[in-house]
C-alpha cells in the first residue's frame, strides 16, 4: 500500500510539472518592450498650450482623476467635473492634469481679452 501511495504521489508531481509550461503566459514568448516605448508612471506625457477667453467656461479638463493648478490660481478655477473657468484678468496658467496612473498633461492655459 506504501508502495501505490508513493507512485501515486510521483505520477501527481510528474504531471504537475508538465502541465505547469502551459499555465505561461504567452506574452513571453513575445518580443521584449524597449526602455523607450514604455511611459513610467509619473512621467509628463505632453504639454498643452490653451488659449481661452476671459469669463468664459469650458470643458478641459474632462476624464483625468486631477488636477493642480501650478500658478495662475487667479486667473481661473477648475470645477470638480473638469470645467475651467476664467476670470477676468488676464495671463497664464499652468496646470497639471492627472490620469489615473499617475502620468500628468502640463496645460498651459492663456486667459486673452479677444
Not at 21 to 44: C, H
Request: net charge positive.
Amino acid at each position: 500500500m506504501k508502495k501505490f501511495y508513493k507512485g501515486l504521489i510521483v505520477s501527481a508531481l510528474s504531471l504537475t510539472t508538465l502541465a505547469l509550461p502551459a499555465f505561461t503566459s504567452p506574452a513571453s514568448a513575445l518580443e521584449p518592450i524597449k526602455s523607450n516605448q514604455v511611459v513610467q508612471q509619473g512621467d509628463p506625457i505632453a504639454t498643452v498650450d490653451y488659449h481661452m477667453l476671459r469669463n468664459s467656461n469650458v470643458s478641459l479638463l474632462k476624464g483625468y482623476t486631477r488636477w493642480e493648478i501650478v500658478s495662475g490660481s487667479n486667473l481661473i478655477s477648475i470645477s470638480s467635473s473638469g470645467v475651467v473657468s476664467s476670470y477676468s484678468t488676464l495671463g497664464t496658467a499652468v496646470v497639471y492634469a492627472y490620469d489615473i496612473n499617475g502620468n500628468y498633461v502640463i496645460y498651459k492655459i492663456t486667459v486673452e481679452a479677444r
